[in-house]
């Protein structure tokens, strides 16, 4: 059977295209040629199956008091007992967790992850091997999503936070044995300022690429 990693996720990992003329197909989703997800998959070779559970708005355990199930924690168990067995969880979220609504501080927010990652740790869907999780940290929010049309209902705040979630994420990882990598430095869009662009999706997959290998 193939090594499988399970890549869970928010709007970066669904793929969500800022500007439709970055994406190939002049959409609003970066096509199989072009998400991280897909390169990965590409990257790493027959051997691993590579399965994206992307969703535009989630958050670590947070509800959205707008829209309904945007929490991982309340269907993480669903999402990995359907995929299992897993040799690998990739964790990247946090970016909607900044959101004013959601009243959480970075702190806040990292203790969040570290209970996400406990919840997946504590599944029973890693067979015969213990449980691995690579927690990554998305890249900082870029000031011009302030001036975007996602800057109002995102609120004040969240880019401070966002540059202060690396710290907490690597200690929630240092907590729970988990793996770290900080996604900063993929490229993000200048248009909202929280969405990667083709070439980020191709920074981060080559970072995982390098990666992932040695976890396995």
Not at 2 to 27: E, R, V
Not at 49 to 76: C, I, K, W, Y
Not at 104 to 113: H, L, T
Request: aromatic letters at 6%; one cysteine or more; charged letters at 25%.
């Amino acid at each position: 059977m193939k090594k499988h990693i399970l890549c869970l996720g928010d709007s970066n990992t669904h793929g969500y295209c800022a500007d439709p003329a970055d994406c190939a197909d002049g959409g609003i989703r970066f096509n199989e040629d072009e998400r991280w997800t897909c390169l990965l998959q590409k990257a790493l070779g027959a051997g691993v199956l590579v399965t994206e559970e992307g969703l535009s708005g989630r958050t670590t355990v947070f509800q959205d008091p707008l829209h309904e199930s945007m929490n991982a924690l309340g269907v993480l168990y669903a999402l990995l007992k359907s995929h299992e067995f897993l040799d690998l969880l990739i964790i990247m979220l946090g970016t909607n967790d900044t959101k004013e609504r959601l009243g959480a501080n970075a702190s806040c927010i990292g203790i969040g992850m570290e209970r996400l990652v406990r919840r997946a740790r504590s599944v029973d869907c890693w067979g015969a091997r213990e449980p691995n999780i690579l927690i990554v940290c998305p890249p900082p929010i870029l000031p011009e999503m302030e001036l975007a049309e996602c800057g109002l209902p995102m609120g004040r705040g969240c880019i401070e936070k966002s540059l202060e979630l690396p710290k907490y994420y690597q200690k929630a990882a240092q907590l729970t044995g988990a793996h770290f990598m900080d996604a900063a430095g993929c490229e993000f869009n200048r248009l909202d300022g929280m969405h990667l662009t083709r070439r980020g999706h191709a920074q981060l997959a080559q970072r995982l690429a390098e990666a992932v290998p040695g976890l396995l």
